[in-house]
Structures are given as C-alpha cells and as structure tokens.
C-alpha cells in the first residue's frame, strides 16, 4: 500500500514539472571546455577568436532579450485575462444558483483550476525578473591594467579566456530563464483550455437548464372577514351620494338635502 502512494506520488509530481512545480534547480556541472586551456598568445589568431566569441556572446544576448520580452508581455496578457475573469465570476455565481449541485461542482473545479493556472502563469514568469538569482558573467576591467606591460597578443588571449568563461556561464543562467518561460507558457495555455472548458459548460447549462418554479408560500397572511359585506356598505353611500341634489330655499338661506325620491320633474 505504502510503495503504490508514493509510486501514485511521483506519477502526480511528473504531471506537474512542465508547468514549474517540483522542479529540482540545475546542479553546477562542469563546461565541455576550460577558458584556460586556450594558449595562444598570436595576435591575429586571438583576434579571430575574439571576434568568433563577440558573435556568440551578442547571439546570446539577442536571445536574453527575447525571452525577457515574451515575459513580460505574458505577464501583462495574464494580467489582463486574468480581470476578465474575475468580472465574469460575479455573473457565473449569480446564474448557477439554481443548477443542480453536479453542474455546481463540475463549473467550480474548472473556475479554481483556471485561477490555479493563470497564477502559476504569475508565479514561473516573475521568476525571471528576480535579479538576485541570475549573476551574469562579465569581463574584468582589471586584465587593462594587469597586461598593460605586455604584449598586445597577450591581452587578447586574457581577453578570449574572460569571453570563453563569461559565455559558458551566461549560457546556463539563459537557460533558467528559458525553462521558466516554458513552464509560464505551459500554464498559460492550460489556464486557457481551461476557461474555454468553462464557458463552454456554462452556455450548455444556461441553454438546456430549466430553472426550478417554487411555490410562493406567504406566511401570516391576513383574514379579512365581512369583506363583501363592507364593500356593499361603502358602494351604497357612494351611491346615495351622487343621487342627492342640493337645492336653496330664498327665504331660508340655507342649504337643503332633496333626495332624489322627491325630485319633480
């Protein structure tokens, strides 16, 4: 029981590696190549070499500035889906409320597994931006005073040593950037699947869901008794009312009542 979990384990941790979880960091492994096994101290011949090695140091930092590009404008498009969809929840809670508890369940792990994404999205491409982590290579300004006494084809040498070092190490932290772009856009896209899966089901639930017609059941209600008896009442002086004629006597001055029973006409 015991080696079937964490066989069970393993297999879910493999599933979750593409997209930056459980990831072990690169181990420092030794370049095919020492920079000091380069001997040569030709001025010609280092200077061939030195120009062959500009051309692969500005290659790799064509490709730095790519990757960094396609970071930041994942970020920005995660950003930006990212408030769509919450915007869009609001309306999903508020049709769901009368699906049946399978449908409920059914659009809530789509909804949690599509946040889930777009943030491991966030999380693997902010990786890239953390300076600390990525020491770049360089050369140092020190060899201009170290060889400034000899030889110009001995400073070109110090010069191919310092790009052959630079280039082998600067290469590998690229690399780190490259795998967490990859694990970004493997999330990103898996977010996205995800959300199509959701509006797919929930224009499929809104179109063939009938929602429930619950009774409306009033509690307390008020008994009115001798209902029709009273409206009788109120019907017949409004009658009586209108079939009244008010006429004025000259020597009296004053206001009498005729009703319509003694009326002459």
């Known amino acids: 029981m015991q080696l079937s979990m964490s066989f069970l384990m393993k297999k879910i941790k493999e599933l979750f590696i593409p997209f930056g979880f459980f ?3 690169p181990e420092a492994t030794e370049s095919t190549y020492k920079s000091d096994d380069y001997i040569t101290v030709d001025k010609g011949k280092s200077e061939q070499h030195k120009n062959y ?6 290659e790799e930092a064509n490709r730095l500035n790519i990757i960094e590009n396609k970071t930041a404008q994942l970020i920005s498009q995660t950003g930006i889906i990212f408030s769509l ?4 929840v609001p309306i999903l809670i508020d049709k769901v409320t009368d699906l049946s508890w399978k449908a409920k369940i059914t659009i ?3 909804l949690l597994g599509a946040f889930f994404f777009y943030m491991a999205t966030i999380w693997n491409a902010l990786k890239n931006f953390n300076v600390k982590k990525f020491n770049y290579s360089m050369p140092s300004p020190k060899n201009v005073i170290k060889y400034q006494d000899k030889e110009l084809g001995f400073f070109f040498a110090e010069e191919v040593k310092d790009l052959l070092y630079c280039i082998g190490t600067n290469i590998k932290i690229t690399n780190i950037k490259a795998n967490n772009l990859l694990y970004s856009y493997n999330s990103f896209k898996l977010a996205n699947v995800l959300t199509g ?5 929930f224009c499929i639930a809104l179109l063939f869901f009938e ?10 209600p008020i008994e009115i008794k001798n209902f029709n008896t009273t409206t009788e009442k109120i019907v017949d002086a409004i009658n009586s009312i209108h079939d009244t004629i008010y006429i004025q006597k000259p020597d009296t001055a004053k206001l009498h009542i005729l009703p319509k029973s003694k009326r002459k006409h």
Do not use: C
């Open 23 to 25: 990831v072990k960091l």
């Open 197 to 201: 899966v959701l509006v797919f089901v």
């Open 85 to 88: 969809l919450s915007l869009f």
């Open 108 to 110: 809530l792990v789509f």
């Open 53 to 58: 090695l500009k051309s692969i140091e500005q």
């Open 211 to 220: 929602p429930k017609k619950d009774p409306v059941t009033i509690q307390n």
